[in-house]
């Protein structure tokens, strides 16, 4: 037990429940910035031995995928976190989703059918810039949903995520909790950056002025949608590298409790060796 339980050391700091710690606080893990490269790139190497083994199973027939879920304000990290994380393993083995305003096409459906159409197949590492859930933070705030509609949603993402589960991935959901003070340092960087401004929407600073609105959505949200089968984590976002840490821990001790295995070969390694040598090459 006491193995388990240091295993799942980020998991269980992170988890979801309470007061949301401080957007520039050190939960668990690395307090400072050179410590916190050094840890990185240890997790990566884990990550990337765990994350192969998953993409060979899922070759040899095995049915077990990981999904990311990576929600958070604007400049939160999302993009930055697929970057410096999920580039730490075979791209081979990742599937990428980016969710924006939904098509006119896309409407024309339920909003989980744009989602169900890009969940990670068998042996894969998925990862949602965004999700599911802007279909209830954006119509609560703009004030597009009543209270019964959430409710509703709330309903049907727990079960879609329950589907998920029994069907064998495994959701590992994001909450990158980053500060107003932050966020404003940050969107001024893309204005006054020449390359960054293409990153810039004048919507950035609507959702500003909507601040505490957008907190009580996601309040709300982590209370209703962190289950046993697909809990929330919330990670502080202020300091980048302490994200990129937190978020490549937490995938790594969901791979590891995976313990996903390497498929055994369906020939003789012996004797394959012993034909290989026999055959000389030829040109």
């Given amino acids: 037990m006491a193995k388990k339980e240091k295993g799942n050391r980020v998991r269980d700091a ?9 957007p520039a606080s050190s939960p668990v893990g690395p307090g400072k910035k050179d410590k916190g490269a ?13 994350q192969e083994a998953l993409y060979a199973e899922g070759a040899g027939g095995g049915e077990r995928s990981v999904l990311l879920v990576l929600q ?48 990670p197949t068998p042996g894969h590492l998925g990862v949602f810039d965004r999700s599911h859930y802007e ?14 509609e959430r409710r ?15 069907a064998g991935t495994t959701l590992v959901k994001v ?41 009580q959505a996601y309040a709300d949200l982590l209370d209703r949608t962190s289950t046993g089968h697909a809990p929330w984590y ?3 976002a202020d300091r980048k590298w302490y994200r990129n840490w937190a978020v490549a821990e937490l995938l790594s001790e969901t791979l590891a ?19 290989l040598k026999g055959v000389g090459a030829s040109g």
């Fill in 234 to 236: 919330v990670v502080p």
């Fill in 175 to 215: 909450f990158l909790h980053i500060s107003p003070e932050e966020q404003l340092r940050r969107l001024t960087a893309r204005l006054e950056r020449p390359e960054k401004r293409w990153k810039f929407d004048p919507s950035d600073v609507l959702s500003r002025r909507h601040w505490p609105a957008y907190q």
């Fill in 14 to 22: 992170l988890r979801a429940g309470g007061a949301l710690p401080d």
């Fill in 135 to 148: 279909d209830i933070l954006v119509p609560r705030v703009s004030g597009l949903l009543t209270a019964a």
């Fill in 38 to 50: 050094k840890k990185l790139a240890s997790a990566g190497e884990r990550l990337a031995a765990l």
């Fill in 152 to 166: 509703r949603r709330y309903r049907e993402i727990n079960a879609f995520e329950q589907e998920l589960t029994d």
């Fill in 257 to 275: 409790e995976l313990d996903p295995q390497f498929p055994e070969p369906a020939y003789d390694v012996a004797e394959q060796l012993a034909a």
């Fill in 72 to 119: 958070g304000m604007d400049t939160s990290g999302k993009g930055g976190t697929v970057g410096h994380v999920l580039g730490l393993v075979n791209p081979m083995g990742v599937q990428y989703a980016g969710f924006k305003k939904p098509t006119a096409a896309e409407r024309r459906h339920d909003f989980l059918w744009r989602i169900r159409r890009r969940v």
